[in-house]
């Protein structure tokens, strides 16, 4: 038996006492704690759509085991991965997206309701034995909507000239210390092409105007304009616009 199996049969016994006896107060004792590298949970609401999601990231060192909780130690997400991948590879980085229902099927505030504000709790075990720790706020400050003023919707746009976008500042989140970090902007074309082309944008606050090289654009395409406000406790709204080219 290699190490890393070795490390993981004989440590998974740990994991039935955590659950009886908390998992803080027993990792305390169980050695190295490592921090992840990157912990988030957040919220990211579509406005166009009407609907919103949950969204989760880590990135550490290599571990097989993953678990997230809230303050009490109620779990919400367990991952724990087998044959090579948990046994001798690992995995560092994780992103997903929780199904997003729509407001007529569950409104904006039942679904806030599922995930309270919180802190919540990331745990990994590494294939080496040790402990990693996340520990992330959770908060309900959703950031207003973008109104984009140019284009308009379903606009036609000659592609022998640059592309002008142009929005409206969203106001900061009326909640403490809650703020506009940036404005993240997506130009794609329609993911049924062929070759499905994306530009991708960070904008500071106060910048609401980009300029999208014509190089960039086809004729006769169809196109989507998305952009995302983000606050400072990672929560996200974004709009979607859609428009298309010509010559």
Same mark, same amino acid.
């Given at each position: ?14 994991? +039935? ?11 305390? !004792? *169980? ?12 919220? %990211? ?5 009407? !609907? ?12 097989? @085991? ?8 109620? /779990?919400?997400? %367990? ?5 090579? =991948? ?9 992103? *997903? ?9 569950? /409104?904006?505030? !039942? ?10 709790? @990331? @745990? ?28 308009? $919707?379903?606009? #036609? ?5 640059? =592309?002008?976008?142009?929005? $409206?500042?969203?106001?900061?989140? !009326?909640?403490?210390? *809650?703020?506009?970090?940036?404005? $993240? ?5 329609? $993911?049924?092409?062929? =070759?499905?082309?994306?530009? *991708? ?11 999208? /090289?014509? #190089?960039?654009? #086809? +004729? ?8 995302? +406000?983000? %606050? ?16």
């Amino acid at each position: 038996m290699n190490k890393n199996r070795f490390v993981k049969y004989f440590t998974l016994p740990i994991f +039935a006492v955590l659950a009886l006896f908390g998992w803080r107060v027993a990792m305390a !004792d *169980s050695g190295e704690i490592i921090e992840f590298d990157e912990a988030q949970l957040f919220f %990211e609401q579509n406005a166009t759509d009407g !609907d919103l999601g949950l969204h989760l990231k880590v990135d550490g060192e290599g571990w097989y @085991y993953l678990l997230l909780t809230d303050s009490d130690d109620n /779990p919400l997400l %367990e991952v724990e991965l087998d044959g090579n =991948l948990g046994n001798v590879i690992g995995l560092t980085e994780l992103f *997903s997206e929780s199904a997003e229902p729509s407001f007529d099927d569950l /409104p904006k505030e !039942d679904f806030l309701d599922l995930f309270p504000e919180d802190v919540y709790y @990331y @745990y990994a075990c590494t294939l080496e034995g040790d402990w990693m720790f996340g520990e992330v706020e959770l908060t309900h400050n959703l950031p207003g909507e973008v109104e984009l003023l140019s284009p308009e $919707e379903d606009a #036609e746009v000659k592609v022998n000239q640059d =592309l002008k976008l142009e929005w $409206e500042e969203v106001p900061d989140p !009326d909640a403490p210390d *809650s703020v506009i970090e940036f404005y $993240e902007v997506v130009v794609e074309k329609d $993911e049924d092409e062929e =070759l499905h082309r994306v530009l *991708s944008v960070t904008m500071l606050p106060g910048q609401t105007k980009l300029r999208v /090289p014509k #190089e960039f654009l #086809e +004729a006769g395409k169809e196109y989507k304009i998305e952009i995302i +406000a983000q %606050e400072s406790s990672g929560n996200r709204t974004a709009i979607e616009v859609p428009f298309e080219t010509r010559d």
